[in-house]
């Protein structure tokens, strides 16, 4: 419902199946409400509230996850940055085009499914089964890989024709072709980030968090390592669709599918750490497979309408692809960063505020409900808006210093940071409407969900096709930011009417007002920071690292403080607040 288009592995920045992002909120109280035929794909990766089970207490666990996810992060940056100077814009365009191939597949065939009726199914017979759900477990698994198996298999095989309805008619032969070269490479990885997310949700369900939140970091550290390699070995050139070698195209491809196996191998030790043994037991009857078609159908009515939405984008962008314009790659280092702000404020705050709100919605207690929601609200404005300031003053001085080197040239990481200013307005409205979606979980209203997505995505491929028909080609990517940022407003709006009419009041009054205060200190400090910037060398537009770094530091400093202050004055009590939790977070 949120946009979060890209769930698989390799969209994510830390190679975590995240924004879009493979582990979902589970109840262990046998409880669950995706257990229940009104259940459509949560957004966002948490452990279950309450007791961890065997892998210990849910504050062990969360940090240990806080810190993996961070950790993560920071080297999936280094992975996208290379992966971009290795390749540069053209071909890496061809590149990332491949990589939306397994996410999407991967996606209808299991992600969602996996998210909203499996694992609740096992947390079921965990619970009442005599062994564990030992042997059930076995069977489900024995189940999806080789269905997985198959269906990879026939996928790889169609490679071309995949790749080929993709395409844009604009794209040259030599384009359409390098994406089908990595395609054959890199569409295996369905098979092992299925076994990957399976495996993960095997562990989730006894209670242990720490491996699947830091084995993607195995994934990253083999993709850096092929980057690296390419660089050493090719170094900067001129490398284009035409130019590339077949080895350089194997190393990058088959470096991408090791990094996936290497992290699904990782997770078997700990598999063995929590008492589970993976024996194939082939007995699908057994399954209920009537079943789980019935409980997925929501499930599939969400992921389907997204990853049409997705299939659009990409074929809008890969008109520009090659072409000296802001294209797919560009895009999608753009969405990592603002998945990154919503990761680090966004989900914080929902992790926080979902057990309360699911216990009081449990409990009839609708008004705690809504205050719960109406503060989450609050409290993520404020804590988003100087990133998104920023992302829109500093944008180009970010793209530059993270993205700019080897065959990704100047130009591009230009191109790039102004994909990165339009994507600021996208960051507070994708994690509001984020929120919203907690609060449905939380009243078990995913049927809810799912519906509200439909119209959202209507929106949201209809804003595609505008921009596209009314921008000119370098500004495609800003406008498909643009497009996303639209629906996720959307999305937003018609969550809080609808859960005004199944709670009550929302309080939006108090909302509105914190929400102007905020506005305000955010165009003060974007204010300043824009004058400061423009004062320093490069007017805004760096030369290279060396003098991207003065803006960075001092417009990023004038910025925060400008923001602090002027929301002090402005009494945006919720900036206190996000301020005491960043100190005792650092306190522990």
């Not at 998210?115 to 024995?142: C, E, H, M, N, Y």
């Not at 009839?364 to 804590?383: E, Q």
């Not at 200190?521 to 004058?531: D, E, I």
């Not at 910025?559 to 009590?573: C, E, S």
Request: net charge positive; proline share 4%; charged share 10%.
């Amino acid at each position: 419902m949120n946009g979060g288009l890209y769930r698989s592995t390799h969209a994510a920045p830390d190679g975590n199946p995240h924004p879009q992002v493979g582990v979902t909120v589970v109840s262990v109280d046998g409880q669950s409400p995706t257990a229940s035929a009104d259940q459509a794909l949560p957004p966002e990766e948490l452990p279950p509230a309450g007791d961890a089970g065997e892998g210990g207490s849910t504050t062990g666990q969360s940090a240990i996850m806080a810190i993996g996810s961070l950790v993560s992060r920071m080297i999936g940056f280094v992975r996208n940055a290379l992966i971009g100077m290795a390749l540069g814009a053209g071909v890496g365009d061809a590149y990332t085009s491949a990589q939306f191939l397994p996410n999407q597949i991967y996606e209808l065939l299991l992600g969602g499914i996996l998210s909203s009726v499996l694992i609740p199914l096992l947390v079921r017979r965990r619970k009442a089964d005599a062994d564990g759900g030992q042997a059930f477990t076995q069977k489900l698994l024995s189940f999806a890989v080789v269905s997985l198996g198959v269906a990879t298999a026939l996928v790889v095989v169609a490679a071309p024709v995949i790749t080929a309805i993709q395409a844009s008619s604009d794209n040259s032969d030599a384009y359409r072709h390098l994406v089908t070269h990595f395609a054959y490479l890199i569409l295996p990885i369905i098979f092992f980030t299925g076994l990957s997310a399976l495996i993960g949700a095997v562990l989730n369900v006894r209670g242990h968090f720490a491996a699947p939140m830091w084995a993607p970091i195995l994934n990253n550290l083999v993709v850096i390592a092929a980057a690296g390699f390419f660089l050493l070995v090719w170094g900067h050139g001129d490398l284009t669709e035409e130019s590339i070698t077949t080895g350089q195209i194997a190393l990058i491809g088959i470096g991408t599918l090791a990094g996936m196996v290497v992290q699904a191998l990782g997770l078997l030790p700990a598999l063995r750490k929590v008492g589970f043994r993976w024996k194939f037991r082939w007995d699908p009857r057994s399954l209920g497979l009537g079943e789980i078609g019935r409980l997925a159908g929501w499930m599939l009515c969400y992921v389907a309408a997204n990853q049409v939405a997705v299939f659009v984008m990409v074929k809008i962008l890969n008109r520009v692809a090659g072409k000296g314009s802001a294209s797919v790659l560009a895009f999608n280092n753009v969405f990592l960063l603002t998945m990154m702000a919503h990761g680090i404020i966004g989900v914080s705050v929902m992790t926080a505020l979902l057990p309360k709100m699911s216990a009081a919605a449990a409990e009839g207690r609708y008004a705690d409900v809504s205050a719960d929601l109406t503060r989450g609200i609050k409290l993520t404005v404020a804590a988003l808006a100087p990133i998104s300031v920023l992302y829109a003053v500093l944008g180009k001085s970010i793209a530059v210093m993270l993205f700019e080197g080897g065959n990704y040239t100047h130009d591009q990481a230009l191109d790039t940071g102004t994909v990165l200013t339009v994507a600021a307005f996208a960051v507070i409205p994708l994690s509001v409407s984020y929120l919203c979606t907690y609060a449905f979980y939380s009243l078990q209203g995913n049927k809810t969900v799912a519906l509200i997505n439909v119209p959202v995505v209507v929106v949201r491929i209809a804003a595609y096709l505008l921009l596209a028909a009314a921008l000119s080609k370098a500004l495609l990517a800003a406008g498909m930011t643009a497009a996303n940022a639209v629906s996720y407003l959307v999305s937003a709006l018609i969550s809080l009417a609808v859960l005004r009419r199944r709670i009550g009041r929302l309080n939006l009054g108090s909302v509105a007002a914190a929400l102007i205060r905020v506005a305000l200190a955010a165009g003060v400090a974007a204010g300043l920071g824009y004058l400061v910037v423009h004062l320093l060398p490069g007017a805004g537009e760096p030369d290279g690292r060396i003098q991207a770094l003065l803006p960075l530091i001092v417009g990023g400093a004038v910025i925060m403080v400008g923001y602090l202050i002027a929301a002090t004055l402005l009494r945006v009590r919720e900036v206190s607040q996000v301020v005491g939790m960043v100190r005792r977070k650092i306190g522990r």
